[in-house]
């Protein structure tokens, strides 16, 4: 398969017939799957299920996280097709992948949402799969934590973020994207000692116990003494990585919820992601990419890398287990 096949595949999300493999067709056009890979919701014999979560209801000023998964979804069709780079190995041609489609729930009923979604992840889970989340506003993971807690017992967390999202909340019924790990927490379904958020540069003095590499240590120290530190915190506990796009400088990702100066760029992003190799991931997601607010699509366009290199995260472990 080669650059001749663009003249001839189209619609790849559609009409290819099995889940592994590269898609050439043009950038431009076609169905802007993840990654081109297969829309089905038929998980047998699925590694990896993409799906998106369009939902937005709590974020602190700017609307628009609902349309962070289409956006996603359109900017990785400007990856190149061949295998993700920097990595010894083809994700996308040794697992399948598919792309899952979104969530569907009644945005009129806002509380019957995170059942909606742990069933939903839980779904995935049950077919054996893994789950690579598109959002959608940061309090999603807390839904999501749930399922892979039921599956996996309390799960450590790798947080990529701006915010510690640890403030207190002890209404657990309460829908707040700055208070959902607080409720991991608290509920015992993340584990603290073994968790770390990683990019913090807002104060909150109640971390609950997570341990934090906020955003100047990694600049002072670097992304592989950053990515030593967070092996050596995650150990090989089950672990599940969430990013929100605000980790990144508004710089580099100003289409997001909640900017703030100061934080990491999108080549120290890369190499901790590629360098993290080897930890113990379950499952991930990227979250908080608001189109609205960056006509460039540069916020999406990141969004999208992040959430190729969770996959080979995943695939790394599941290849060398």
């Not at 939903?120 to 399922?147: E, M, Q, R, T």
């Not at 892979?148 to 309390?154: C, F, H, S």
């Amino acid at each position: 398969m080669g650059l001749e096949d663009a003249a001839k595949q189209m619609d790849m999300a559609f009409t290819r017939e099995d889940l592994k493999g590269p898609s050439y067709e043009l950038t431009f056009g076609g169905a802007t799957s993840f990654l081109r890979r297969k829309y089905t919701k038929d998980l047998t014999g699925v590694d990896i299920a993409v799906t998106g979560v369009p939902f937005d209801q709590a974020v602190t000023n700017r609307p628009g996280t609902r349309l962070g998964p289409r956006a996603i979804r359109e900017a990785s069709a400007l990856q190149a097709p061949d295998a993700p780079y920097g990595w010894d190995f083809d994700v996308l041609s040794e697992f399948a992948i598919a792309d899952y489609g979104d969530l569907a729930f009644d945005y009129g009923h806002v509380s019957q949402f995170p059942a909606a979604l742990t069933a939903h992840i839980k779904n995935i889970l049950d077919a054996g799969a893994a789950s690579v989340v598109l959002g959608g506003d940061h309090y999603i993971s807390f839904p999501i934590l749930k399922a892979y807690a039921e599956k996996y017992g309390p799960i450590s967390l790798l947080q990529f973020d701006a915010h510690t999202d640890t403030w207190e909340d002890d209404d657990m019924d309460r829908i707040d994207h700055g208070t959902m790990f607080y409720k991991a927490v608290k509920s015992g379904i993340v584990d603290p000692a073994t968790s770390v958020q990683v990019g913090i540069r807002t104060t909150n003095e109640d971390t609950m116990g997570v341990n934090i590499i906020d955003a100047r240590e990694v600049h002072e120290k670097g992304p592989q003494a950053t990515v030593a530190k967070i092996k050596e915190i995650l150990g090989d506990r089950p672990c599940y990585l969430t990013f929100d796009i605000d980790a990144l400088d508004p710089a580099f990702a100003p289409g997001t919820g909640t900017p703030v100066w100061g934080g990491l760029t999108s080549a120290q992003t890369s190499i901790m992601l590629r360098d993290l190799a080897g930890i113990n991931i379950m499952g991930g997601d990227v979250v908080e990419v608001s189109p609205p607010f960056d006509t460039t699509g540069a916020t999406a366009i990141a969004g999208a890398h992040v959430a190729t290199e969770i996959l080979s995260l995943l695939g790394h472990r599941m290849r060398t287990a």
